[in-house]
């Protein structure tokens, strides 16, 4: 059963940055499409990004676009997501997720993931 562990969450200050990173147990995690997700405290769980299976193709929740990069090192089984500009309403527990199929292309919906890593917590002060 796949693993995934998720690390670089942290308290950072509004305009700051982080860089999350998520790592994949197993030799297939290079053939799946990767995404992560926040849930804020009394929110539902909401999409953040996500990425093909060779890193090709990504996409963004609104909120988060032009300011969160996802990006992934299949050799390291590794998947990342740096983000700038940080907003105190970014602060959520993040979640990484592996796709329920194999290859695939990035998707928003919760329910197309069926592998989820622990969360890290960001949390942003203004």
């Known amino acids: 059963q796949v693993q995934l562990v998720e690390s670089g969450g942290g308290l950072a200050q509004a305009g700051g940055s982080l860089r999350l990173s998520c790592v994949g147990s197993g030799r297939t995690f290079g053939i799946y499409a990767m995404a992560w997700f926040r849930q804020a405290p009394g929110k539902e769980r909401e999409f953040v990004a996500a990425i093909s299976w060779r890193g090709g193709s990504t996409d963004y929740a609104d909120a988060v676009k032009g300011r969160f ?3 992934r090192d299949n050799a390291k089984n590794t998947v990342y997501l740096q983000m700038n500009s940080l907003k105190p309403e970014d ?3 993040y979640y990484c997720a592996r796709s329920r199929g194999l290859g695939g292309s990035p998707s928003r919906r919760g329910d197309d993931y069926d592998a989820w890593g622990q969360g890290t917590q960001v ?4």
């Open 69 to 71: 990069t996802s990006s």
């Open 91 to 93: 602060t959520a527990v």
């Open 123 to 126: 949390t942003v002060s203004s």
